[in-house]
C-alpha cells in the first residue's frame, strides 16, 4: 500500500472538535512520517464524548481498563460513555485505511500502555505499526477514488469518477463499499460536512449561507439536517457550545 499517497487525517478542530469540548486536557499531535498519523490523548469526564463522521478511522485506548476499541468510518455519529478522570491515547489513521487480519488490537492497547508519557506511546506505535502489514491492501481504483473525493471536498460525482476509470458506476459503487463498509455517495457526503465543519470552526460568526451553496447543499434545510445527521445537534447549537466552551476556556485564570 503507497501509504504516501492517502489523504492525512484532518487536524484538530476540523475532524473531532467535540473531542476537547467535552474531555480534560485535550493534545494531539500529527505526525507524517514515515506515514500520516494523528495522535491525540484526553482525560474523560462525566459527559458522554460524541465521535462525528471523519471517513477515518480510530484506535482509541482507555488507560484503567486496558481497552482497546477501533472505529472504522461510520455514516451517523457514536456517543461514547467515559470513564471520569481515565486517561484516553487514540491514533486517527490516514483515509482509505483499515485493519487487515495481522492487526491486533490487544497488542497495541498493551505495548501503547507500557509508557506512561504520550511522547513515549506515539513513539513506540510508530515504530510498531507496519501499514504493508497491518492495513489492508488499498487498489489503485479505490486509492484515485478516495483522492478524489477528499480533493474535491466530496463534490466529485460518480458519474466523473467511473469515466476516468473505465468502469460502470455499479464496479465502482461495489468496489469502493468493498472496501471502506460505505459507499462512495456516503463518503463524499462526510469529506462535504467535514469541509464545512471546517469553514465554521474558522469563522464561527459567518453566516453559513455563504459557504453551503459552494459545497454543494441545495438550501438552509439540506444542510442542516445533514449536520444534524453527523452530529446529533444543529449548526448553531454547535457554534454556541463551541463559542461558549472555547470563551470560557480562554477566561479561566492562569
Known amino acids: 500500500m503507497n501509504v504516501s499517497m492517502l489523504m492525512p487525517p484532518p487536524s484538530h478542530g476540523s475532524s ?3 473531542l476537547s469540548l467535552y474531555t480534560e486536557r485535550y493534545c494531539e499531535s500529527l505526525c507524517t512520517q514515515p506515514q500520516p498519523l494523528l495522535f491525540y490523548e484526553f482525560y474523560g469526564t462525566e459527559e458522554p464524548i460524541t465521535y462525528i463522521p471523519t471517513g477515518c478511522m480510530d484506535l482509541l485506548i ?16 457514536r456517543s461514547i460513555s467515559c470513564m471520569p478522570c481515565s486517561r484516553y491515547f487514540g491514533v486517527r489513521f490516514p483515509a482509505g485505511t483499515l485493519p487487515s487480519r495481522h492487526f491486533q488490537t ?3 492497547s498493551y505495548g501503547i500502555l507500557k ?15 507496519q501499514p504493508e502489514k ?23 460525482s460518480i458519474h466523473e469518477l467511473a469515466k476516468t476509470l473505465n468502469y460502470s458506476e455499479r464496479h465502482i459503487h461495489r468496489l469502493f463499499l468493498g472496501h471502506m463498509g460505505l459507499n462512495p455517495k456516503h463518503y463524499s457526503r462526510i469529506i462535504r460536512f467535514q469541509s464545512a465543519l471546517t469553514q465554521m470552526l474558522r469563522a464561527p460568526k459567518k453566516n453559513n449561507s455563504a459557504f453551503i451553496k459552494c459545497l454543494g447543499y441545495s438550501d438552509q434545510a439540506h444542510f442542516q439536517r445533514e449536520f444534524k445527521e453527523f452530529t446529533g445537534m444543529t449548526p448553531r447549537q454547535f457554534i ?4 461558549t466552551t472555547t470563551l470560557k476556556t480562554f477566561s479561566q485564570p492562569e
Do not use: K
Not at 62 to 77: C, K, N, R, T
Not at 117 to 128: A, G, K, M, Q
Not at 135 to 155: F, K, N
Open 62 to 77: 482507555e488507560e484503567s481498563s486496558a481497552m482497546g476499541s477501533l472505529f472504522v468510518p461510520d455514516v451517523a455519529y
Open 134 to 156: 497491518h492495513a489492508m491492501p488499498l487498489s489503485e481504483p479505490v486509492r484515485y477514488m478516495l483522492e478524489q473525493i477528499c480533493l474535491t471536498d466530496g463534490a466529485v
Open 240 to 243: 454556541n457550545l463551541f463559542l
Open 115 to 129: 509508557f506512561s508519557s504520550f511522547s513515549d506511546r506515539l513513539s513506540w506505535f510508530l515504530t510498531s505499526y
Open 16 to 18: 473531532q472538535p467535540l
Open 106 to 108: 490487544e497488542f497495541f
